[in-house]
């Protein structure tokens, strides 16, 4: 088998990706739990990989699943860091909703 | 060697400054006063050989160091000229600035920033040799600059006194506004020259040069008006007077020997072009004799002691002016000699009395100092006789010349110039008298201290006096080895006065002159024991002279007030229409932050509907509107 996209329409993904993107764009704009707004991030960002594996393999270039590698890996640190600072968030509210995060403005 | 020597003599007073900036502080008070004297006295030593090497071969030394500026066809180069008139000058600058170096060792022993005043003042005589050794107009512009700026900072050095200051910052305005004379004139004659090297001024001038004498002589009106604010000539005179201000070493160094016969030096050096405008030339003459008048006057009637001096200053570089104006530059140099050393004499001997006296300056509460200051008594007597102009004392020789030239020359400038020197023996001797005659005016705790100076602040004394004393020989009447030696530099041959029945008879009446001026004052002080009125007494003609003309009143009416008024006009203007623009700019900028601010309201969920609702409109607005 020389191509994937010969199974399944290089259209699909676009499809499925742009789903994803906006199922992960409205669970951080409706939900208030931060925890679950890193997720819906982390979607977003799944969702624009799977495009760039999707057209790096349409255009038989291996490029686009090399950045792939260097945007999870980038993506691997955000999460921590990320994680880190809603864990402290946790130590002084007691929760994560991030309403609570107004007290922040200066 | 001869690079390196020069470069010795330029940069030993230099490096006396920097080491007495940055560790002066922590040397002893004498240590710092040494340095500076021994940084002096080195340049002297280097001066001194290559005078005797000028004076054997004849031959000036020139000294390329660098090009420094090309513009197209002018270029300026940084070297160095060593010939009869720099080194004459150099001599006198060194050689007297180191006597008066080491008489501040003394005097200045009690002030706690001792370092500091032998740092400008080896400041001064770094920036004074740079103006004499430079070989074109552009270096002698920068010592000309360092010079105004060590003034400057040496009247102001007891900076605690507000007046004090004052004068410092008078001097330096008014040297400003010759020095933008200077500058404007070096500017034409580059123009016209496209050079700045005197050299090459004179090989140009000595080609037959056509030269636009209309700028030729605004050029040499410019360089006049420069040479006017530095040697303190009408209209810019006042500053020199309230230069007293300084410590009197600075005076008897900056404003009496050197310093201000850089106006001097400069147009002696660019002889060749003032002989070339004759206007220019009539004009000095007027300038200086008029000067010598007005400044003598008013030393007549002033009775701090330093002031006298400093108005007999300003008169004798009147004469200087006049000479440079006949065109006779070998006379007024030799006039500025023998004047650099009775003048140098009589502030250091005034400085001794101050010191003796602890500060008390006014005349009035001096007298009787003879008996117990013998030395200065003497010196300054000698100093005195010569500035008078009685033979054999130095003073007499050189004002001779200038008032026989001007009787052949110009009868009228003769009259002005010798009723000058009438009243300069009045005045001199009136000083003499009230200082060292009498009985002792001063309070009783004076009384008890006074003393005679160290031997430090005597010896450059009794070197002065001896100087004023003989230093007329360098130029007899008849057989001067000055004319001669300064031939080189001369455009035009000296001029030579034959040893005739009227030059017998212009002496006499010099020397009757001289005599008449002692002889008021002697029976007015003496006799009467006449004693100056206290201020605000002074009545009629005297008070008008007490108070100098009130030029200083006239200048602050016609010129300080109006400057004030159209500075203040601009102020209002620039208040109203300038702030007040960038004041409204600011009130709008608040005005639309006051609802801009409301936005950001610190809600997490509101700033990331904001971001995404604004990426959906632009990729809306990339894919829909494009």
Redesign the interface.
Known sequence: MENILQEIGLENYVYLSALLFCVG?FG??YR?NAIVMFMSIEIMLNAVNLLLVAFSTYHQDAQGQVFVFFSMAVAAAEVAVGLAILVAVYRNLTNID??N?????G | MDTNLALLLLFAPFAGFLFNVFFGKKLSRNAAGTLGTVAVAVSFGVTLSFFLQVVNTGEPIMVNLFEWMRLANFSVDFGFQLDQLSLLWLMFVTGIGTLIHMYSISYMHDDENIHKFFAYLNLFVFFMITLVMGSNLLIMFIGWEGVGLCSYLLIGFWYKNQEYNDAAKKAFIMNRIGDLGFLIGIFIIGYLFHSLDYVQIKTAIDNGWTLDPTWLSIAALCLFIGACGKSAQIPLYTWLPDAMAGPTPVSALIHAATMVTAGIFMITRMNFLFNLTPDVQSIIAIVGAVTALVAASIGLVQNDIKKVLAYSTVSQLGLMFLALGLGVYEIAVFHVITHAFFKACLFLGSGSVIHALHGEQDMRNMGGLRKVMKITFATFLISTLAISGLPPFSGFFSKDEILMTAYHQNPVLWVIGSVASIMTAFYMFRLLYLTFYKDFRGTEEQKHHLHESPSLITIPLIVLAILALVGGAISLPGNSWLNHYLAPIMAKPAHHHELDSTTYMLMGIAVAGALVGIGIAYFKYIKNGAVPAPDGKQTGIVKVLYNKYYVDEIYMAIIVKPIYAIGSFFKNITEAAISGFIYGLGWVANMLSAEGKTI??????FY??VF?AGICSIIGYIFLVK
């Open positions: 764009a951080v704009l208030r991030i309403d995060l107004k007290n922040l403005k | 950001q309201n610190g809600s997490v969920g990331l509907f995404v």
